[in-house]
């Protein structure tokens, strides 16, 4: 049935009855196997105009009756008919002819349908259960078209989400890569000067080395011994202890600074993508924070000074690289709005039941007729190239799927602030999807 496509591929071809038989003769006909699947037969006129069906069911009514067949046996078949009978053109569609159908339908099915082409002839009967059939697969097949272009919706929808974590990684990534350069730069130079200070040592210990060989060869020369014992002597002096710890001791401090922010950077990183840890964590919100504004201090440091209220806060259970995620769209957004250095307010407190985390800052604001559309996927306010418009659609979305909510209030020219509730205690669902 899948490939049923129009009415005339449900058309019975059944011949008609004449309105001059009896009622005695339509039910002999309807005896006959050939119309055992049929409920009814059609009476047709001289024209080939059908004047309705005859049922089963009410033959039935008059031959059950007492001495049915001897009253009506003999009567004419039009007598019985049902001229209301459905009547359907076969240029209908079969969308159309199953509504016109169902829509008169009753239990039980008592008639097939008449058929007739465009001029109101017969052409045949159509059966209720094979339109149903009909209209099952078809409807099956578009559930199927359905479920296919649902798949390849959240395919799509998958694929964009990874976009733009790609894009928010690349940023957080680019703000790494600078904030490690400036410690690798003096590190890199630190380790050049010690290499430096460290050549007049060298050359000491090979002219000493020079030295002893000539002192235990009694066959070498006094004016050899003399020349190599004046170049130790001047070594020591181009490596005197003082002008060496002088300069040794400060360069290797530097370098162990250096070395501990980059250290610090690499443990942030670590922290804020939650590589080694498990999806779903009891963690304090006020680490996100800290892990998200280390990530986020290139974007943060030419903008916007950043000051920070983080109240005591008991242990959640959450997905804590969502968190961050979310946590980093929010502040690459307020450093955006800022045109000139601007201050941002993070603030977080607790409930009984939920954690909370305000972050506001004094930028350019929302504009109040696009402030209903800011959660929405791909909205954007920004230039083609420079924005997804999915960072805030995501972060709604993560916020919701941990059972909490970000709100925000905003003031054109004064700035906007986000406050997001996340609920102490997780529901199982966020830690089995985890």
């Known amino acids: 049935m899948s490939s049923i496509q129009s009415l005339a591929a449900l058309i019975k071809p059944v011949g ?3 309105p001059e038989m009896t009622i005695s003769d339509v039910a002999d006909q309807l005896l006959q ?3 055992k699947a049929f409920l009814s037969l059609p009476v047709v006129n001289r024209q080939g105009r059908p004047l309705g069906l005859i049922s089963r069911y009410r033959l039935q009514d008059i031959f059950m009756q007492r001495f049915g067949r001897d009253l009506w046996g003999k009567r004419s078949v039009t007598e019985a008919v049902n001229t209301e009978s459905l009547v359907i053109a076969l240029d209908t569609s079969l969308d159309e002819a199953a ?10 099915i008592t008639e097939d349908f008449i058929l007739v082409d465009k001029h109101g002839c017969y052409q045949g009967l159509g059966t209720v259960l094979d339109l149903l ?7 099956d097949q578009r559930n199927q078209a359905l479920s296919r272009a649902l798949q390849e919706l959240k395919n799509s929808q998958a694929h964009l989400i990874q976009s733009e974590k790609m894009a928010s990684l690349g940023q957080m990534v680019a703000g790494v890569a600078h904030e490690l350069n400036t410690p690798l730069g003096y590190v890199k130079n630190n380790v050049q000067l010690l290499r430096d200070l460290v050549q007049p040592l060298l050359e000491l210990a090979a002219a000493q080395a020079q ?3 000539c002192l235990q060869d009694p066959a070498t020369p006094t004016d050899t011994v003399e020349a190599i014992f004046s170049r130790v002597q001047q070594a020591t002096d181009q490596a005197s202890p003082a002008t060496f710890e002088e300069d040794f001791t400060p360069l290797l401090e530097d370098t162990l600074y250096g070395l501990e922010q980059i250290g610090e950077l690499a443990v942030s990183l670590k922290d804020f993508a939650r590589l080694d840890r498990a ?9 996100c924070v800290r892990s998200a504004l280390v990530i986020a201090r290139n974007a943060l440091k030419d903008k916007a000074l950043v000051t920070t209220r983080l109240g005591e806060l008991p242990l959640l259970t959450c997905t804590p690289s969502q968190i961050n995620q979310v946590l980093l769209n929010i502040l690459n957004n307020a450093a955006q709005a800022m045109t000139n250095s601007g201050q941002i307010l993070i603030k977080s407190w607790a409930d009984t039941r939920c954690a909370y985390l305000s972050i506001q800052d004094n930028g350019a604001g929302i504009p109040n007729d696009i402030q209903q559309r800011i959660f929405d ?5 920004k230039a ?7 960072g805030l659609a995501i972060s709604y979305k993560i916020v919701q799927q941990h059972g909490g909510t970000i709100r925000f209030a905003s003031e054109p020219g004064r700035g906007t602030r986000f406050v997001i509730s996340l609920p102490l205690s997780q529901p199982s669902p966020l830690q089995r999807s985890a």
Not at 133 to 139: F, L, N, Q, T, V
Not at 279 to 287: H, T, V
């Open 133 to 139: 059939k009909a209209m099952e697969s078809r409807i």
């Open 211 to 213: 030295l002893s060989q």
């Open 99 to 108: 509504r016109i159908v169902t829509a008169q339908l009753q239990y039980p």
């Open 33 to 35: 196997p050939s119309h």
């Open 279 to 287: 999806m779903s964590e009891d963690i304090d919100l006020n680490d």
């Open 16 to 18: 008609s009855l004449s």
């Open 377 to 381: 996927p791909f909205f954007t306010t």
């Open 384 to 390: 083609v190239g420079e924005g997804t418009g999915l």
